[in-house]
Structure formats: C-alpha cells, structure tokens
C-alpha cells in the first residue's frame, strides 16, 4: 500500500503563495495518476487537481489558473504551487491516487487570512 505524507501548508495572507509536497511511498509512483484534494471546515473533502502518467493535468475551476500540480517521479513526489491564494482555499490539503478511497495522509493545513 502507498504511503503518502503531506508538507509545505502554512498561514499566508490573499495573494500570497505556498508550494505544498507529498512523498509518497511504498508503490510504483510513476504508474499512478496523482491527485491533490482539499476539506475545507464543514465541508465535503474536493478534488482540487491531477496529473497523469504522461504529466497532462487537470484542475477545478476554482484554482484554475493560480495553482499548478507538478510531479517528479525520481524523488516519488508530487506538488502544488499555490500562487494568488484566497480566504476560501483555506482547508486541510491531502493527495492520494486518483479516485483512491483509502490510504489517506493526514494532510497538511492552508490558512489564508490577513
């Protein structure tokens, strides 16, 4: 089972950035299809972004645009640069496997807040 640990959250004010990481271990990382999700306070937890095997990416609308995914298969690592960050992208940020439901982080915590 992949293991995947989350870093890089932080309190930033509006407009600033942040670049989250998550290494992963314990499977193939070059064969997944990575993904960032996010939960904010009472919310359900959302997709935020993935990338492919062949680095094609895909983001949600509301990030579209500010946040880019990146991976690096060497190091078993996949990113997020957060850039412009808003009040509501505040939430605990996990990845996973695409579409995974288990195997879950304990994801790393974004407070955007002046």
């Known amino acids: 089972q992949v293991h995947l640990v989350e870093s890089g959250g932080g309190l930033v004010q509006p407009g600033g950035s942040l670049r989250l990481s998550c290494a992963a271990s314990?499977?193939?990382?070059?064969?997944?299809?990575m993904a960032w999700y996010r939960q904010a306070p009472g919310k359900q937890r959302e997709l935020v972004a993935f990338?492919?095997?062949?680095?094609?990416?895909i983001y949600a609308d509301s990030v579209k645009g500010r946040f880019t995914i990146s991976r690096d298969n060497a190091k078993n690592t996949v990113y997020l640069q957060m850039n412009n960050l808003e009040p509501e992208d505040t939430a605990v940020y996990y990845c996973?496997?695409?579409?995974?439901?288990?195997?879950w982080g304990r994801g790393t915590q974004v407070t955007v807040s002046s």
């Open positions: 990338i492919t095997r062949d680095n094609t990416t």
């Open positions: 996973n496997i695409f579409r995974a439901v288990e195997g």
């Open positions: 314990g499977g193939i990382f070059s064969l997944y299809i």
